[in-house]
């Protein structure tokens, strides 16, 4: 006997809508760590959004295109970093000088973002080395600024070299 009534699977309600996966994929490309996005009072915790990644084949495309955008988003990051001049102190004498501090500080800035752009999308900001090949059919490592990476490339330089 039908009664027109879907049975409910229990449990809580699920927060998962396209309004809630268009601002967390939004948020994500430009940029915005998801430890930020998850502190929002409407948004669920990082558990919850890694289960639809897990469970839902459509955010996990629309997060991935999301974190690509984003790899993009810090690139361009980095080069408002560079441009943005340093705290700048001036001495007794009144020498304009930089702080030390704030270029360490920026320079820490880039390399984080710079690391996370090779990671989200290593084929545009990953390292490239050539390992073997020639000018028409090199075979490329992807490598993103590790210290393999930088064994490899000193290995073809070597190799290279030697020819």
Known sequence: MATGKTKHAGGRP???TDVLVDEICGRLASGE??????QSAHMPDS???YRWLREKPEFQQRYADARKDGAHCLADQIQ???????LAVFDEAGNKRYD?????HNRLRMDARKWLAAKYLPKVYGERTVVAG???NPVVLEASFDIFGELLKNLALKRQASE
């Open 14 to 16: 699920s927060l998962y």
């Open 47 to 49: 558990v919850t959004i």
């Open 134 to 136: 020639d000018d028409e």
């Open 80 to 86: 408002d970093i560079v441009d943005t001049e340093p």
């Open 100 to 104: 030390a501090g704030s270029i360490a």
């Open 33 to 38: 760590p998801m430890a930020k996005i998850v």
